[in-house]
């Protein structure tokens, strides 16, 4: 079955950066879109980015030009670089199927931005 293993998160001060990691297995993931989504308290789960099999990239306008996703296939994970990270960007990500995610979600990994 699909797992989803997150992980990298983390506090750091506004303008700092963070690299989130995901180790997916149970699927075939070379040939699967892949995502990282984010939800902070109280409000709904977002998508943040998302990479095709292809490698083609969507952003949400929100983090556009300050996050890159990447895939690397032959280890089957998927990153989110994060860059001038603003505390609005505080939340627990996930990563998912990119566009269309599994109803099973991983446990997340926690970023904080305060100072």
């Known amino acids: 079955q699909v797992q989803l293993v997150e992980s990298g998160g983390g506090l750091v001060q506004p303008g700092g950066s963070l690299r989130l990691s995901c180790a997916a297995s149970?699927?075939?993931?070379?040939?699967?879109?892949m995502g990282w989504y984010r939800q902070a308290p109280g409000k709904q789960r977002e998508s943040v980015a998302a990479?095709?099999?292809?490698?083609?990239?969507t952003y949400a306008d929100s983090v556009k030009d300050r996050f890159t996703i990447s895939r690397d296939n032959t280890k089957a994970m998927v990153y989110l670089q994060m860059h001038n990270l603003k505390p609005e960007d505080t939340a627990v990500y996930y990563c998912?199927?990119?566009?269309?995610?599994?109803?099973?979600w991983g446990q997340g990994t926690q970023v904080t931005v305060s100072s």
């Open positions: 998912n199927r990119g566009f269309a995610p599994w109803n099973y």
């Open positions: 149970g699927m075939r993931f070379s040939s699967t879109a």
């Open positions: 990479i095709t099999s292809g490698g083609t990239t």
